[in-house]
């Protein structure tokens, strides 16, 4: 079992930038491949970035290209999505996702079944 726990998120100005962290705890961290999803209201949970075990790859959503870096700190057992040009888009709850090593292909580790563990989400609203 895995347990996460995301930190940071809040009320930013578009434009603007937040960071937020995923502790985990329970396994061996750098076994596990990480990724940050968000969920709008009345939308479905979408992908927004992996970082996969190995620390050799890492993938991001179309729409976050370029304004959003996935980062690990396998001594900390944290995840960290830096979210920079913020846009009113960007509001959602963020959860932070746990995969158990294994095959971190880009099919897998980009969609919500692709992940075992899940935290409990952290709400960040852009304001216009």
């Known amino acids: 079992q895995v347990h ?4 940071g998120g809040g009320l ?3 434009g603007g930038s937040l960071r937020l962290s995923c502790a985990a705890s329970g396994r061996t961290f750098s076994t596990l491949t990480m990724g940050w999803f968000r ?3 009345g939308k479905e949970r979408e992908f927004v970035a992996a970082h996969s075990w190995n620390g050799i790859s890492t993938y ?3 729409s ?12 900390k057992n944290t995840v960290y999505l ?5 846009k009113s888009e960007d509001t959602a709850v963020y959860f932070c996702a746990a995969r158990d090593r294994g095959v ?3 099919s897998i580790v980009t969609v919500v079944t692709g992940y ?10 852009v304001s216009s």
């Open 116 to 125: 075992e563990y899940w935290g409990q989400g952290a709400q960040v609203t």
């Open 104 to 106: 971190a292909t880009i």
């Open 60 to 62: 991001y959503a179309d």
């Open 82 to 86: 830096q979210m920079n040009s913020l």
């Open 12 to 14: 930013v100005q578009a």
């Open 64 to 75: 976050v290209k370029g304004r959003f870096t996935i980062s690990r700190d396998n001594a």
């Open 39 to 41: 969920q709008a209201p």
């Open 4 to 7: 996460m726990v995301e930190s």
